[in-house]
Every structure is written in structure tokens, then in C-alpha cells.
């Protein structure tokens, strides 16, 4: 048996029958958790949904175990929670891994890998590392399987003499940890090529500093990133 229920004017069938559906992050959800969905998507069109998502958010604000930067603040945890929704991952995922960076919202490094994971429109995602450690020619891209097509896809190459030509080695991080922020980079860079809307609008951990840091543009030696790395690489 099913009723057809109108949820912020989009029409959901429910049935008793639980069918499994794949979502567009490769989970598989039932038909209540379509319902669930129907109604987050439309959070900020709907006074009674957007309420919901506050009066969580509001719950949220008041844990323990959401991060320190989301206590008291229900209106951020509001947030988080609808572009949980949005990407359908975790309310969790979205509060561990989001942050303001000098006044912008910054993914982690880590946090952008998973979304290209959980994007289900890569598979084998990894970061490959060419020449020496310690030298300019030290550097990282990002090697990924195209779902669609079966095609190895080779991100933008970032090395050490873009880092130092971009003015980002003034950011102490790439002094002390530099192959993990070459990985971060690079996963920043493949992202933003192929899964751009993943993002949605926000910097990958290190950028906003870099950005305020970089010096290139005024000295005018900005470098391409796509200049040493080609963009497929057939399987």
C-alpha cells in the first residue's frame, strides 16, 4: 500500500515496503530516510523545516561531543547540519571538519580526500609523490579511477618551487610538515577541477593563510598548476 505524502511542495511516495536507494554519496538509505531528505533539502525555504533544523542545532550546541568551536552557537550547528544534508554525510563529518580561517570557512586537508571519496565519481583516490624530499622537485598530485569511464585522472602536480613561487612557504606548515600539506594541496586542486560543487564554496585547509601569505601575483610569478602534469592518464 502506498500514500502519497507533499513535502515542501515535492511529492514523496512512502510505502510500507523498504526499498533501498542509492544517494548520489554512494549510501544507500529507505524510504524514511527519503522523507528525512526531502524535508533537509528544503530547509531554508520552509519556516516549519528550518525551525526543525535549528531546534537540533540548538541540542547539538549543547553537547560534549560536537567540537569546542560549535558550543553555544546553534545558528553554526544549524548550518552544518543543513549542508550535512546537502552532501549527505554525517552532521558529525561537517563539525569536525569545517573551520573559520581568516573569516572563511576551510575544509581540513583530510576531510577534502573523503569528500572525493564520497563524491562516488572517483574510486582508488591516492596521492603519488615524484621527486626528492627536500628538494624543489619534491612534489604530490593526486591519482584517481573516473567511475564513468574507467580512466585514470592525474591531478595538478604541486611541488616545492610552486610552493616557494607562490610565497606559501612563509606559512610555517609547509616548513615543518611539507609532504602532508603537498598531499592536502593537491587534493585541494583535484577537487576543485572534478568535484567542484563537493566543496560547496569553501577553501581546503592551508588556502586562506596562503592566500593572505602569497606574494607571486604582485612579484609576477604566479605559476600554472596544470604546466607539469597531464590531466588523464589512460589506464
Known sequence: MEDNKIIDNTEVIISEETVPVETTAGMVVGNNDMVQAAVAVNTFANRKAFQEVFDIGKMLAVSNLVPETYRGKPQDCAIAIDMANRMSVSPMFVMQNLYVVKGKPSWSGQACTALIKAS????????EYVGEIGTDTRGCYI??????????????????????????????????????????????????????????????????????????????????PFANKNQEVKK
Not at 562516488?120 to 596521492?127: D, I, L, Q, R, T
Not at 612563509?170 to 600539506?181: C, D, R, V
Open 143 to 224: 591519482s584517481a579511477t573516473r567511475v564513468s569511464d574507467g580512466k585514470t585522472i592525474a591531478g595538478p602536480l604541486v611541488d616545492m618551487k610552486m610552493v616557494k613561487a607562490e610565497g606559501w612557504s612563509s606559512n610555517k606548515k609547509w616548513q615543518t610538515m611539507p609532504e602532508l600539506m603537498l598531499a592536502y594541496r593537491a587534493a585541494a586542486f583535484f577537487a576543485r577541477i572534478y568535484i567542484p560543487n563537493a566543496l560547496m564554496g569553501c577553501h581546503i585547509e592551508g588556502e586562506a593563510e596562503d592566500i593572505t601569505a602569497g606574494s607571486s601575483i604582485s612579484k609576477g610569478e604566479a605559476v600554472d
Open 120 to 127: 562516488g565519481e572517483f574510486k582508488n583516490v591516492s596521492p
